[in-house]
Nanobody, 116 residues
Framework: QVQLVESGGGLVQAGGSLRLSCAAS????????RGWYRQVPGNQRELVARIFRSGDTQYADSVKGRFTISMDNAKNTVHLQMNSLKPEDTAVYYC??????????WGQGTQVTVSS
């Protein structure tokens, strides 16, 4: 199973930027997509962005134009560049992989806090 290690969360003021990274180790030949979900306590986990094996990307409407997901194949790491952050972006961000059978594998989560 692929192991996922996240980094890059923290505290930032509104309008600022953060970059999340998720490094994967282990066999990943069946991974079809990678990306990020986020969750606020009491709410369901929501998809933020994902990048497919093809290179296609998908974003939540709330982050389009502000967040960019990218893949560093040499380092087997996916990045999420988050710009123009808003207080409503505050959440725990979870890296994930999705395999060809749509099974999800999760990272441990990293806290992002945006102060107003």
């Amino acid at each position: 199973q692929v192991q996922l290690v996240e980094s890059g969360g923290g505290l930032v003021q509104a309008g600022g930027s953060l970059r999340l990274s998720c490094a994967a180790s282990g066999s990943g030949f069946s991974i079809n997509a990678r990306g990020w979900y986020r969750q606020v306590p009491g709410n369901q986990r929501e998809l933020v962005a994902r990048i497919f094996r093809s290179g296609d990307t998908q974003y939540a409407d709330s982050v389009k134009g502000r967040f960019t997901i990218s893949m560093d194949n040499a380092k087997n790491t996916v990045h999420l560049q988050m710009n123009s952050l808003k207080p409503e972006d505050t959440a725990v961000y979870y890296c994930f992989t999705e395999d060809l059978w749509r099974r999800l594998n999760w990272g441990q989560g990293t806290q992002v806090t945006v102060s107003s």
